[in-house]
């Protein structure tokens, strides 16, 4: 959720949220916008911030994916500037194409070592605010959240699988009428099915474009993060009346 902070000065997270009608509870980090740039965690609540009207904060609850989180964050500052140095240019286009490709299932685990050598130097030698930004984002992103960021590198996993590329399609048995239209409307071979059948998702072939989401006018396929359905492992006569 985004706020518009709307004051500035000194205050701490706790006070804005309290003011903002948002509860502490739950959330795992907050962000605060340029020109603060920085993340805060539940044990810094309290702790004094430099705020500016324009700033905003973002919260992130338990489910949120940092790695996708630090994309947008890189991005949105990345669109703020029109700064041309190499730092603040350059190095913001790459560390936004590592994350893109860490979000997407396609992080190299060398990427990590990429963006610990690139973010310190942007950080210094970049030379609008955006571009430090960017980089201060990133270290301090690593260093608080790498538990959750470096997996997208080492093993192409998203631990919360708040990234959409990580989560999966399923079809409810609960739903599924058995005719056919998500069939036809898979372009990988991934469903297996026939007439008055309910139809299942070969995970294994499964590209999760969500065509078949959209083709079932049942609302029976439904995507799933790390809670999934239970699911027959090859199609079963249908059960709905
Ligand atoms: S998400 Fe795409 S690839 Fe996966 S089963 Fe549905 S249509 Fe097929
Ligand atoms: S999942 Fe939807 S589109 Fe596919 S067979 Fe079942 S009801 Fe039809």
């Given at each position: 959720?985004?706020?518009v ?9 706790s ?13 795992k ?13 539940p ?8 705020v500016?009207a ?32 190499t ?5 913001g ?7 893109a ?9 060398t990427?990590?070592?990429l963006l ?5 130097v942007?950080a210094s030698q970049a ?7 960017i ?10 959240f790498?538990?959750?960021i ?10 919360t699988f ?12 609960s ?18 099915g026939?007439?008055?059948?309910v ?8 590209t ?22 239970k ?11």
């Amino acid at each position: 959720m985004d706020y518009v902070i709307a004051e500035s000065g000194t205050t701490t997270v706790s006070d804005l949220l309290a003011k903002l009608g948002d509860e502490t509870e739950g959330l795992k980090a907050v962000w605060v916008s340029y020109p603060t740039a920085c993340f805060v965690t539940p044990d810094h609540f309290g702790d004094e911030i430099e705020v500016s009207a324009e700033s905003t904060l973002r919260t992130y609850g338990t489910d949120d994916c940092m790695a996708s989180a630090l994309r947008t964050i890189v991005d949105e500052l990345r669109m703020a500037t029109e700064c041309t140095c190499t730092f603040g240019h350059e190095g913001g286009y790459q560390i936004s194409v590592i994350l893109a490709d860490a979000c997407t299932k396609r992080g190299k685990p060398t990427d990590v070592a990429l963006l610990r050598d690139l973010a310190p130097v942007m950080a210094s030698q970049a030379i609008c605010g955006e571009g430090k930004a960017i980089g201060r984002a990133v270290t301090q992103a690593l260093d608080l959240f790498g538990s959750e960021i470096e997996p997208h590198f080492a093993k192409r996993q998203c631990p919360t699988f708040g990234c959409d590329a990580f989560k999966t399609y399923h079809i409810l048995v609960s739903k599924c009428t058995g005719c056919g239209a998500c069939l036809k409307a898979c372009d990988d071979g991934a469903i297996l099915g026939k007439a008055k059948f309910v139809h299942v998702i070969d995970q294994r072939k499964c590209t999760q474009c969500g065509l078949c989401r959209e083709a079932c006018p049942e609302g029976a396929v439904v995507r799933a993060g790390a809670k999934k359905p239970k699911t027959p492992p090859k199609p079963i006569p249908v059960k709905r009346k």
